[in-house]
């Protein structure tokens, strides 16, 4: 029960029924068990929910199938590293791999590339309203800065050992990150992590439920790329951020173009600013 189907009978091909269980059994994974938020989301400009890790998991239980990765490091000037895994899929009952799924990740993405340096300024103690407000009600906890400070735009920090209010006073320039070493182990789990759902989602023909990739984005003008569409380009890399405007800020947008002109036509990097746009466009408004 929940296994895959695997033929050990020589035939070459499963049947309509066989296809069609497949295809109930996600169903009914996502009603009973997988939640959306947790195990799945929906990202802004996407006609299907995005899987997440703790869903492929979810289905990799299911079906009874244990991961096996094979990484390739590669070093890259100033300190940076690429990740690219390949994830094959096991089925744990007959030992038969039954798909697999790549992945890369790089520390020359933006959000491991670069730190902002705000200019700020120095208000006074973090109030125990603060602490009160829900911690994820970031809306609520600004409310309580700007009642106590004045108008503005502020952030709680360590200072000396103490908890300090800092008033945002200006947007400094971003910087290479001084300690990109620390994210090598986060790139490597991105890189797994990417190259697990590709595989479950392969494996198990979950495509009809969720997507992770670039294809399955709108073009501008609310079109969708076939099924057999070819490799992203730079132009589809454009008409996918012009799509995805109304859910981006002019930080945002400012970004995605200065990732644009070091990607060049490198088909990895613009992968990178396609995985970043999704992730900005799906993040509430400073969280990401």
Known sequence: MGDIVIRGDGVQELSVSDVHGQVQKIQALMQAVMKEGDHYGTIPGTNKPSLYKAGAEKIGVLFRLAPEFTVDRSDLPNGHREFQVLCKLIHMGSGVMVGQGVGSCSTMESKYRWRNQDTTEE????????WDAPKDD?????????DLYGPGKYRAKKVDGNWTVLKVTGDGERMENPDIADQYNTVLKMAKKRAF???????TAASDFFTQDVEDMPEFGGKTAPPDAPVVNRADVIRTIEAMKANLSEAHLAELKEMLKMAGENSRMLDAVLD?????????????
Do not use: N, S, W
């Open 123 to 130: 208000m006074g103690p973090v109030p125990k309203e603060y």
């Open 276 to 288: 970043r746009a999704q992730e900005m466009a799906a993040a509430k408004a400073g969280d990401f």
């Open 197 to 203: 759902i590709d595989a479950t989602i392969t494996a």
């Open 138 to 146: 970031r809306a609520q906890r600004e409310k309580v800065l700007a």
